[in-house]
């Protein structure tokens, strides 16, 4: 295995294998993300129950609504715990899950073109998605979530010089 090649002097690596977590303020985008979809299930069944007018099935149907948010908010929490990214010499590599497990490598040399997207929220906690567009068909993007901003904008340079000295070769 390969050592990770640091971003630059100030990257420091918990991980002796170089993943790297994403930041801890990016927890709040994915309870959020995650809340709200477990609030979007919730919804309807809670504007059928108010539309009932039965008190039990309200009750029954706002609890439910509850623990869908709560279970959103921690399925969020889980999330971001279990994300992880390195950069190396050969390329990037991406992994998440820890029931269904996932871990997505990039070549250097499969790199199209890179991408940053900054959304509202990742705007407010100073985060961004990192793009990677690649060869083939099989998967043609690689989108990373909640990385820091500035980690982001250098993992996108880094990973374009790759690319740059790969095409001088």
């Given at each position: 295995?390969?050592?990770a090649v640091p971003l630059d002097e100030a990257t420091r690596d918990d991980d002796p294998a170089g993943w790297r977590p994403?930041?801890?303020?990016?927890?709040?985008?994915?309870?959020?993300s995650?809340?709200?979809?477990?609030?979007?299930?919730?919804?309807?069944?809670s504007f059928i129950a108010l539309m009932s007018g039965r008190t039990g099935f309200v009750i029954a149907v706002v609890a439910l609504a509850a623990l869908a948010i709560f279970v959103g908010i921690r399925v969020g929490i889980r999330r971001h715990l279990s994300t992880a990214w390195r950069l190396d010499e050969d390329g990037f590599a991406y992994r998440r899950g820890r029931m269904f497990f996932r871990e997505t490598r990039v070549p250097a040399s499969r790199v199209q073109h890179l991408d940053l997207k900054h959304g509202p929220l990742e705007r407010r906690w100073k985060l961004a998605t990192l793009i990677i567009h690649t060869a083939g068909s099989k998967m043609s993007a690689v989108s990373v979530s909640g990385l820091d901003q500035d980690d982001a904008e250098r993992l996108r340079d880094r990973l374009a010089r790759l690319l740059d000295e790969d095409d001088a070769l």
């Amino acid at each position: 295995m390969q050592d990770a090649v640091p971003l630059d002097e100030a990257t420091r690596d918990d991980d002796p294998a170089g993943w790297r977590p994403l930041p801890p303020r990016a927890r709040s985008l994915f309870m959020l993300s995650h809340a709200m979809f477990g609030l979007l299930i919730a919804l309807p069944l809670s504007f059928i129950a108010l539309m009932s007018g039965r008190t039990g099935f309200v009750i029954a149907v706002v609890a439910l609504a509850a623990l869908a948010i709560f279970v959103g908010i921690r399925v969020g929490i889980r999330r971001h715990l279990s994300t992880a990214w390195r950069l190396d010499e050969d390329g990037f590599a991406y992994r998440r899950g820890r029931m269904f497990f996932r871990e997505t490598r990039v070549p250097a040399s499969r790199v199209q073109h890179l991408d940053l997207k900054h959304g509202p929220l990742e705007r407010r906690w100073k985060l961004a998605t990192l793009i990677i567009h690649t060869a083939g068909s099989k998967m043609s993007a690689v989108s990373v979530s909640g990385l820091d901003q500035d980690d982001a904008e250098r993992l996108r340079d880094r990973l374009a010089r790759l690319l740059d000295e790969d095409d001088a070769l």
